[in-house]
């Protein structure tokens, strides 16, 4: 059997960094910790626990102003708890402007 890391079809990029999350209805903005980007996903780290199917927007702002941010609609597939809090995994469902 083949581990899980081998399957992702694109390759991830480590972040560690600030991230902005808004859910979906608006009604609240959070900060976590980006932890990885792929061509299809993002993970982070949250201090909230976030059940699977929810819709998130994300804004990543790198340090290095030279990038611009980045901004995506999000859906979670899962979420488990690491440390205090919890890793939450997603798919990238559109790409912001």
């Given at each position: 059997m083949r581990e899980f890391e081998e399957k992702r079809g694109f390759h991830r990029m480590?972040?560690?960094?600030?991230?902005?999350l808004i859910l979906s209805?608006?009604?609240?903005?959070l900060?976590?910790?980006?932890?990885?980007?792929s061509a299809q996903g993002?993970?982070?780290?949250?201090?909230?626990h976030f059940e699977p199917g929810a819709r998130l927007e994300v804004?990543?702002?790198?340090?290095?102003a030279v990038?611009?941010?980045?901004?995506?609609?999000?859906?979670?597939?899962?979420?488990?708890?690491?440390g205090d809090g919890y890793l939450v995994?997603?798919?990238?469902?559109e790409m912001l402007e």
């Open positions: 480590e972040l560690n960094c600030r991230v902005t209805d608006e009604s609240e903005t900060e976590a910790e980006g932890r990885d980007l993002f993970s982070f780290h949250a201090d909230r804004t990543i702002s790198p340090e290095n990038v611009r941010p980045l901004r995506a609609r999000l859906e979670v597939v899962r979420a488990q708890p690491e995994g997603t798919r990238i469902l």
